[in-house]
């Protein structure tokens, strides 16, 4: 683990655990647009809308926790990435982030086109009415039942991980008759500065096939011998909530330098390169992401500027942002149950939700932010950590930020940024039941999927 504190926090502080934990110069009750969607905003009487919905009505009719997924900000951001990225390139949303079938819907409506991972996601997006050809099918275990359902689908490729699905692939589709498009997924070797667990391109992990050692020329020498497939390029991704684009331009220069290899040795120019997603989001004031027509422009730059000194035609380049458009469309509203003060270190708040909704802090050291919602308020701050109802002392969801020292039980608090990797990674510890998502546009408040009930966790345990 490269977890530096325990889960909880400092085990024997007597003081605020770290010297940057004073009190906020900001007015608490300032809503930062870079952490919440973009509808948001307070009412004459404080009170936080999305949407143009108060949040009090919201919690009424819908109960909490619960996510509110704002549509008109997460369309907007399919747009921004489409428009930043051009006709000549293909923008795949993420699924993994969070999928629905409303979800699928939009991004048809927007253009985009989608990444899959998982049977279960194949089956949201063709049941949603996804055409195939816009479907990209990841994983790096991908069962011969997945591929089999994915070929006869008529997916648009599938990226392979391993030698093993290279041939895996390529029998399924010579069986069903069919030349499936492939791209290989190599790891070009990167350090991506972010959590162990979500980088994704060094070469000690599960994922891809290496560019060192000749692993990855090998695999696409084996790739072009094949007549199930037809390998139309080379794909990367090299972790997730990174900031810097340095780690995208190596891989992209690294990646092309694999094509200039291929077109020597086989006399073939792959047609296209996928720099995968990973994209970051700010989750508090302090992350400072950049926006998607910066990066369509570095990463474009940089590929053609490497293909022109390989003497290569610019393949087409296709990007997978999950975060980065759903991530921030979307918070998750608690209701205050417990509030506890430890004298000279923090206050705990214990939500209705926790590590079941959210499951980032335990698993990532994730920081989120959080607010007061159900109103205003001019108290002083105080050092909270939002912890939530699970029976386990790293059930956290928000491990230090402030919150007016007036808070009470039955106050509605939210915290931002949960769009993405939130209700996907939900789980049903203690037998909680997993939270809602709502989608909320123009004073409307639907239910893209619903709350689990008591008798949906029954039906499962058949006794
Ligand atoms: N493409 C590929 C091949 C991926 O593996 C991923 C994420 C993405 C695209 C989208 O990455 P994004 O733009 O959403 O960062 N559960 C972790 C994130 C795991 C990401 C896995 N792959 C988290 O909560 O941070």
């Given amino acids: 683990m490269s977890r530096s504190a325990h889960p909880a926090g400092p085990r024997h502080a007597d003081v605020y655990p770290e010297g940057h934990y004073t009190a906020p110069a900001t007015d608490l009750n300032e809503l930062d647009p870079k952490v919440w969607s973009r509808t948001v905003t307070r009412d004459a009487d404080g009170a936080l809308t999305v949407g143009g919905i108060e949040v009090a009505r919201l919690a009424e009719e819908f109960g909490t926790p619960a996510y509110f997924l704002d549509e008109s900000d997460f369309r907007a951001r399919c747009r921004a990435w489409s428009d930043a990225f051009g006709p000549d390139a293909d923008v795949f949303y993420a699924g993994k982030a969070f999928l629905s079938r409303a979800v699928v819907r939009w991004l048809q409506e927007e253009g985009l086109n ?11 997006a063709l049941d949603a009415g996804m055409p195939a050809e816009r479907i990209a099918f990841h994983g790096n275990n991908k069962t011969v039942a997945e591929i089999e359902r994915a070929v006869e689908a008529g997916v648009g490729r599938i990226v392979l991980d391993s030698f093993q699905e290279i041939v895996r692939v390529a029998h399924v589709a010579q ?7 492939v791209q290989i997924r190599v790891t070009v070797g990167v350090e991506a500065h972010t959590h162990e667990f979500i980088a994704t391109a060094h070469e000690d992990q599960k994922f891809g096939i290496a560019l060192a050692d000749g692993l990855a020329a090998e695999a696409v020498r084996r790739a072009l011998t094949l007549d199930g497939i037809e390998l139309i390029g080379i794909h990367s991704h090299i972790g997730s909530q990174i900031f810097d684009m340095a780690g ?15 077109r020597d040795e086989h006399g073939v120019e792959l047609p296209e390169i996928d720099l ?44 997978e942002p999950g975060r980065a458009i759903v991530g921030p469309t979307a918070f998750t509203l608690y209701e205050v149950g417990t509030i506890k003060p430890l004298e000279g270190l923090r206050t705990y708040v214990s939500v209705d939700g926790g590590m079941s909704d959210n499951i980032r802090t335990a ?8 607010a007061l919602v159900s109103r205003s308020s001019d108290a002083e701050p105080m050092l909270v950590r939002v912890v939530g109802k699970h029976c386990e002392s790293g059930d956290i969801v928000v491990k230090d930020a402030f919150l007016p020292s007036d808070l009470a039980p039955g106050d509605l608090i939210a915290v931002p940024a949960t769009g993405a990797y939130c209700r996907s990674m939900a789980s049903n510890y203690n037998h909680a039941l997993r939270p809602p998502v709502v ?25």
């Fill in 114 to 124: 989608l990444d899959v991972c998982s049977g279960g996601e194949l089956a949201t």
């Fill in 175 to 181: 069986r069903l008759g069919v030349r499936q498009r």
């Fill in 248 to 262: 995208f331009e190596v891989s992209a220069r690294r990646v092309v330098q694999l094509l200039a290899e291929v």
């Fill in 276 to 319: 995968g997603g990973g994209l970051g989001i700010a989750y508090t004031s302090e992350d400072d992401p950049r926006e998607p027509h910066e990066i369509a422009k570095a990463l474009s730059d940089i590929v053609t500027r490497e293909c022109e000194s390989a003497g290569l035609r610019t393949p087409r380049i296709s990007v």
């Fill in 363 to 370: 698993l990532y050291d994730a920081e989120y932010s959080v």
């Fill in 439 to 463: 989608a909320v546009r123009d004073g409307e408040a639907r239910v893209i999927v619903r709350r689990e009930t008591e008798e949906d966790l029954l039906r499962l345990d058949v006794g």
